[in-house]
């Protein structure tokens, strides 16, 4: 069974850190690329950061190169990503990927976890 369950979200201030974590069933992790993706208020969802199974690949969106950081632990099934110098448009609700490709993981993946709640006071 697919499953991916977000957790790390919360209220952080304007240039703290806060660290995602996203919790995958080995079926949907063994061999696939993970991603982030958050969905902000009153926009539509998108692409923040991706990686590969092998780690080779790390694709991240122009707004938050240089101050996020996705990584996976693969004998825990477990990906992260990593939020420092936050600002008051990082809030989102923040939603982890998978699919079997890093290609169609930042366009179209197939499995999504329920969201987990960021928000950067000022």
């Known amino acids: 069974q697919v499953q991916l369950v977000e957790s790390g979200g919360g209220l952080v201030q304007a240039g703290g850190s806060l660290r995602l974590s996203c919790a995958a069933s080995e079926r949907t992790f063994s061999g696939y690329a993970m991603g982030w993706f958050r969905q902000r208020p009153g926009k539509e969802r998108e692409f923040v950061a991706a990686?590969?199974?092998?780690?080779?690949?790390?694709p991240y969106a122009d707004s938050v190169k240089g101050r996020f950081t996705i990584s996976r632990t693969n004998t825990k099934n477990t990906v992260l990503l990593q939020m420092n110098r936050l600002k008051p448009e990082d809030t989102a609700v923040y939603y982890c990927a998978a699919e079997q490709s890093i290609v169609v993981v930042r366009t179209g993946p197939r499995y999504w976890g329920e969201g987990t709640q960021v928000a950067v006071s000022s």
């Open positions: 990686i590969s199974w092998s780690e080779g690949s790390t």
